[in-house]
């Protein structure tokens, strides 16, 4: 019996330094080291037989290490959006024929509300994991794969979403 215990707890925790951190998997994910982050929440759908789905982590800061490395990286870019990003993140809406519509937000919880914030100051990052070499624009294809990054210069709040369809 002692040995099963020591076998099981040996399993254990061999499983647990395997696990990935929040703090690991953004930085994997916007190519940042967010080691220094708290996390703030998480949350995530993917799952099911092709994996679809959104997953969100949401870390803060104490000091500005991640933001100079947002502002040294070239794939960061500063507020506001481009009308692509603006699109998938918070969606659009109007009216047409005197019929109101709305199309997105993309990165959107169970209820249709999105997963970030509109932020005034800060800097946005999109990557889109389906680029196509057939030139399609990523609002122009069936399904969406990217990754997004947001962080909050007023908070110092980084936001990690990354969405699969």
Known sequence: VALMVVIVLSL?????????TPQDIVSEALGLDASG?????????????H????????LTFQDDAVLEQIKA????????MDETTQFLVYGISGEENHTAYQIGPYLSDSNGNPLVPEVQNGYYFLLDRQAEDDGKDILERNSFNFTFGLYDTDTNTLYCCELDT
């Not at 254990?12 to 990935?20: D, F, H, P, Q, W």
């Not at 990286?73 to 506001?80: G, I, K, Q």
């Open 37 to 49: 982050g708290s996390e703030v929440s998480a949350s995530d759908t993917h799952g099911g037989f």
């Open 73 to 80: 990286n070239a794939d960061w870019n500063s507020l506001p």
């Open 51 to 58: 994996g679809d789905g959104t997953s969100c982590i949401v």
């Open 12 to 20: 254990t925790s061999l499983t647990a330094c395997g696990a990935k």
